[in-house]
């Protein structure tokens, strides 16, 4: 069985916001870095809020989740394609 691909731009701690998580202050997710990640599996996708804002799309994939920077009805049309 064959799996596809599927590139999402994802958010990562930069070091500033890996120390303010660390410390508990607060942070945006705009002040992540994003960089490409593959995936071969994903089980869902959902919003993500801050401060009551959508700002980004979860992914949902083996138990563990990730941010995407795309809004979800984008994210929904590129596996839509697949």
């Known amino acids: ?3 596809t ?3 999402l731009p994802i ?3 930069t070091e500033q916001t890996e120390t ?3 410390v508990e202050m607060p942070f945006s997710i705009k ?3 994003v ?3 593959h995936f071969w599996y994903i089980e869902a996708a959902s919003e993500f809020k801050e401060d ?3 700002v980004a799309t979860r992914i949902h994939f083996n138990g563990d989740t990730m941010l995407c920077s795309l809004p979800i009805d984008q994210v929904i049309k590129i596996i839509n394609k697949l």
Do not use: P
């Open 5 to 7: 691909m599927i590139t």
């Open 35 to 37: 960089r490409d990640v």
């Open 11 to 13: 958010y990562f701690h």
């Open 20 to 22: 303010f998580e660390k």
């Open 31 to 33: 002040d992540c870095e």
């Open 1 to 3: 069985m064959k799996s």
């Open 52 to 54: 009551g804002k959508v």
